[in-house]
C-alpha cells in the first residue's frame, strides 16, 4: 500500500554529521528564551506607559523587569523603549496585564518564584489600573 522510502533521510544526516552533532536546546533552555521575551515585551509595555502616565510604581516595575530579562539572557541587558506621548493607557495596561499573564504561566512552569511574584504582583497592578475604583462608580451615579 505504501512504497518503501528508498533514500537516506535529509533529517538522520547533514553533509554526513551524525544528528547528534546538532546543538539541541532543553526544555528549561527553551522556557527561559520564552519567558525573557515575555518579560521583554512586558517591559516595551510598561515603558511606554512610563512615557504617558510617569509613577514610581512603574519606573520599579521596569527596573525589576529589566533585571530579570538580563538574569534569563545571561547578563546581556533589555533593549529598552523610548517612551511616546502618545497612546491609550487603558489599551497599553490591558496589553501589559495579558503579557504578564503569559509570563506567569512560563514562570510557573519553569518554577520560577521571582518571576512569578513580579508577574503577578504586574497583572494585579494593571487591572487595577483598568478597572475603576468603587469611589469613581460612587461619583458618576445620581443620587
Excluded at 71 to 92: E, K, N, Y
Excluded at 97 to 109: D, I, Y
Aim: net charge neutral; with cysteine.
Amino acid at each position: 500500500m505504501y512504497e518503501p522510502i528508498r533514500s537516506k533521510s535529509v533529517h538522520s544526516t547533514m553533509a554526513g554529521a551524525a544528528s547528534s552533532d546538532f546543538p539541541h536546546r532543553s526544555r528549561e533552555e527553551e522556557l527561559d528564551i520564552q519567558l525573557a521575551g515575555h518579560l521583554a515585551a512586558l517591559l516595551a509595555v510598561t515603558d511606554e506607559l512610563r512615557g504617558l502616565t510617569p509613577s514610581a510604581d512603574l519606573d520599579s516595575a521596569a527596573e525589576r523587569l529589566a533585571a530579570q530579562v538580563a538574569r534569563l539572557r545571561g547578563g546581556r541587558p533589555p533593549l529598552r523603549a523610548t517612551a511616546s506621548a502618545t497612546g491609550d493607557p487603558a489599551a497599553l495596561h490591558r496589553r501589559a496585564h495579558t503579557l504578564a499573564g503569559r509570563a506567569l504561566v512560563v514562570a510557573a512552569s519553569r518554577a520560577d518564584t521571582a518571576v512569578a511574584i513580579l508577574t503577578a504582583g504586574r497583572m494585579d497592578a494593571h487591572a487595577a489600573a483598568i478597572t475603576p475604583s468603587a469611589d469613581a462608580d460612587r461619583r458618576c451615579v445620581a443620587p
